[in-house]
């Protein structure tokens, strides 16, 4: 199984979600990496939050769709 590493990180009250194109070959590695992604983040932008995930393939697939979603909603808000 694969893993995807997951980055959402909030500035001034924006959000925004990115991940590694890079797959992990354990959830193991994937977190290992995922914390040295969070001391980073801690240390480059200190008044920011987030979180940080270690999805499987088919987890990022659905999470891709569910925001796919909300953008799609947000546009017919507008």
């Not at 694969?2 to 979600?17: D, H, R």
């Not at 088919?58 to 796919?68: A, K, P, R």
Request: hydrophobic share 35%.
């Amino acid at each position: 199984m694969k893993f995807i590493m997951v980055i959402l990180i909030c500035i001034s009250g924006q959000c925004n979600n990115l991940y590694e194109e890079h797959l992990y070959d354990s959830k193991e590695l994937c977190e290992a990496e995922g914390a040295k992604a969070k001391q980073y983040m801690m240390e480059t932008y200190p008044e920011s939050s987030g979180e940080i995930w270690c999805l499987t393939t088919d987890e990022f697939q659905e999470y891709w769709q569910y925001l796919l979603q909300q953008e799609q909603l947000n546009k017919t808000d507008a």
